[in-house]
């Protein structure tokens, strides 16, 4: 459970630590910063079904943490969608 856990927690630290860190560059260079956030997400997604299916979490908890990650994934796509409209 720790290491589940531990991988859940890094990979949404790396979806607001790359956004912070490509915020401050080009626009090209701040899409491809938000290509690896949205990535997060996505690996986000896989431990919260691992924790569910191994009985962690609830399945409210899945759910919801499922309807967040999706919701943040729609963001971030959005936001390179603009950028790219910027070219």
Same mark, same amino acid.
């Given at each position: 459970m720790f290491r589940l856990t531990s991988q859940f927690s890094r990979a949404a630290d790396s979806i607001a630590a790359n956004i912070s860190e490509?915020? %401050?560059s080009t626009d090209a260079n701040f899409n491809r910063y938000l290509k690896? %956030?949205?990535d997060s997400s996505h690996e986000?997604?896989?431990w919260n079904t691992k924790a569910y299916l191994? %009985?962690?979490i609830?399945?409210?908890e899945f759910e919801s943490n499922r %309807?967040? #990650?999706t919701e943040i994934g729609k963001?971030?796509?959005a936001l390179r969608r603009k950028?790219? #409209?910027k070219k």
């Open positions: 490509g915020s %401050a690896m %956030a949205w986000c997604v896989t191994r %009985a962690y609830s399945k409210e %309807a967040m #990650l963001m971030i796509s950028l790219n #409209l």
